[in-house]
């Protein structure tokens, strides 16, 4: 059990050096979806993933309009669907 709990904390810590490129999760409903198949008691606290981190980084990158990692095109049109979903709500 303490080897699966080793090799679950550094995955995290690699999930967590890769969260600007995560972020762009915070588009698609996957987060949301997500937390709602959470069982009750993994909900509190929510894992720092669906906690509301991404969707910040997300949301700094789109303010920055830096995001090197995804084509410019790519980019462009996953800004225009967010500002669709925004506008949606």
């Given at each position: 059990?303490?080897?699966?709990?080793?090799?679950?904390?550094?995955?995290?810590?690699?999930?967590?050096?890769?969260?600007?490129?995560?972020?762009?999760?915070?588009?698609?409903?996957?987060?949301?979806?997500?937390?709602?198949?959470?069982?009750?008691?993994?909900?509190?606290?929510?894992?720092?993933?669906?906690?509301?981190?991404l969707e910040r980084?997300?949301?700094?990158?789109?303010?920055?309009?830096?995001?090197?990692?995804?084509?410019?095109?790519?980019?462009?049109?996953?800004?225009?669907?967010?500002?669709?979903?925004?506008?949606?709500?």
């Amino acid at each position: 059990m303490n080897e699966a709990h080793i090799l679950i904390d550094d995955l995290d810590s690699k999930l967590q050096e890769k969260a600007e490129s995560l972020s762009l999760a915070s588009v698609t409903h996957v987060l949301d979806n997500w937390r709602q198949l959470l069982a009750e008691k993994y909900k509190e606290p929510l894992p720092w993933w669906l906690d509301g981190t991404l969707e910040r980084l997300w949301d700094k990158v789109r303010r920055e309009n830096e995001a090197p990692w995804v084509p410019d095109v790519v980019f462009k049109a996953i800004q225009k669907k967010h500002r669709e979903l925004e506008q949606s709500k």
